[in-house]
């Protein structure tokens, strides 16, 4: 079962615009990671964020954490063409302490950039 | 460096055939996870593999099996192929430790007709 929800479900807008997609979970977390899909293939990691994190930047992405609220949230900023795709948030609740283990991943964002 | 690679991409099976689906992780990684993707949803974890042992399983039936070789290669089999079974198959690799991230491969289409 998806571990949560992306909202909005689909998202379109103009080049140069910003693109926020948001996250709810439902179980305690170790970490969350957003991860890119464009046109149904591989995923691309983008940024982890740790649960004693509330923050953090990767060039033109901002994540934000709220573990009391069980949210995240992604935010590009500038948006180009090239950042069409899907984005899916991905919540690692560990299965063995000390291991990367098996992510829940959310139902995801379908972002559209036009020109 | 080459990523996760994911072979074959495509495939066409018949119900009641067995798949199997093969996967070589990145150079140093250790652990192996596979992951299902039914069209429009989040894909969804199978297995975890690390140092040729199962740490993990997800909701899926005993036709789901996977194994993990001295190489650290993988490999997922799927029998009596069910027409639900149809999806894209992901493969990750990532190194053995807490909070790292998890690279993909490019997939695999199964289609089961």
């Known amino acids: 079962s998806q571990q949560g929800e992306e909202d909005p479900q689909a998202l379109s807008i103009q080049e140069g615009e910003n693109a926020t997609m948001n996250c709810s979970y439902k179980?305690?977390?170790?970490?969350l990671q957003w991860y890119r899909q464009n046109s149904g293939r591989g995923l691309v990691h983008l940024i982890l964020?740790?649960?004693?994190?509330r923050e953090k930047h990767s060039g033109r992405l901002r994540v934000t954490l709220d573990t009391s609220k069980k949210s995240s949230s992604l935010l590009i900023t500038a948006s180009r063409a090239a950042d069409t795709a899907s984005y899916f948030c991905?919540?690692?609740?560990?299965?063995?302490?000390?291991?990367?283990?098996?992510?829940?991943f959310g139902t995801g964002t379908r972002l559209q950039v036009t020109l | 460096d080459a990523g996760v690679t994911q072979s074959p991409t495509h495939l066409i099976k018949t119900r009641g055939q067995q798949v199997t689906l093969r996967c070589s992780p990145i150079?140093?990684?250790?652990?192996v996870s596979w992951y299902q993707q039914v069209l429009g949803q989040g894909p969804q974890f199978i297995f975890q593999?690390?140092?040729?042992?199962?740490?993990g399983r997800g909701n899926f039936p005993d036709r789901f099996s996977a194994r993990q070789f001295p190489n650290y290669s993988s490999e997922l089999n799927v029998n009596a192929l069910l027409l639900g079974d149809s999806a894209l198959y992901l493969c990750?690799?990532?190194?053995?430790?807490?909070?790292?991230?998890?690279?993909f491969g490019q997939g695999t289409r199964l289609t089961v007709v």
């Open positions: 150079s140093g990684h250790k652990s």
């Open positions: 593999y690390y140092e040729k042992e199962e740490r």
């Open positions: 990750a690799s990532s190194l053995w430790r807490e909070d790292t991230e998890a690279f």
């Open positions: 964020i740790r649960s004693n994190e």
């Open positions: 179980t305690s977390i170790n970490n």
């Open positions: 991905a919540t690692d609740a560990a299965i063995n302490t000390g291991t990367a283990s098996k992510l829940t």
